[in-house]
């Protein structure tokens, strides 16, 4: 299993972590009709292939000095980075801002790929949908294309 080193300022996120202020980009989404989770596993596992990071975790460095690094989690497990849920009642904005300052305060898992997200619903006549993505894996451009790309009908579609 080949290992990346990861870069300076990926270090410096990771050496940021803490309990109680996580080094995540939290994105929330609010869609006017209801998602299938099926549908949504299967859009991130097809969409997902072309970002080898996400199914890839941090190895914190070893004794001989070698550098914290990415590698292929032999472990991947999509169910894992998907969950669904309902919002209690009475499922109002409220409730919603409750889940995700929970989830916010939550620090990921960093033995695994340093992603989550969350299909919240009923919640109006649609769903929300909560992203939990660390800083190591993707700033907030990066990970605006990454969003992009769940969403295009094509997911080839080029972006400038």
């Not at 870069?7 to 202020?21: A, N, Q």
């Not at 080898?52 to 975790?57: A, C, E, G, V």
């Not at 109006?124 to 907030?140: F, I, Y």
Request: net charge negative; with cysteine; proline share 9%.
């Amino acid at each position: 299993m080949a290992r990346e080193a990861l870069s300076s300022i990926d270090r410096v996120w990771l050496g940021m972590e803490d309990p109680t202020h996580p080094m995540m980009i939290t994105v929330l989404l609010i869609f006017d009709a209801p998602i299938e989770f099926e549908r949504l596993q299967a859009v991130f596992s097809s969409r997902l292939r072309q970002y080898p990071r996400f199914r890839q975790r941090v190895v914190q460095p070893g004794r001989a000095g070698d550098p914290a690094a990415w590698e292929d989690d032999p472990a991947f497990d999509l169910d894992y980075h998907l969950e669904q849920s309902s919002l209690p009642a009475p499922a109002n904005e409220g409730a919603l801002r409750a889940v995700v300052g929970e989830l916010m305060s939550k620090q990921l898992d960093l033995a695994r790929p340093l992603w989550q997200f969350h299909l919240i619903g009923p919640y109006g006549s649609g769903c929300a949908l909560v992203g939990r993505v660390h800083h190591t894996l993707a700033d907030g451009p990066a990970l605006m294309h990454v969003l992009l790309s769940l969403t295009d009908a094509d997911p080839s579609s080029p972006r400038s």
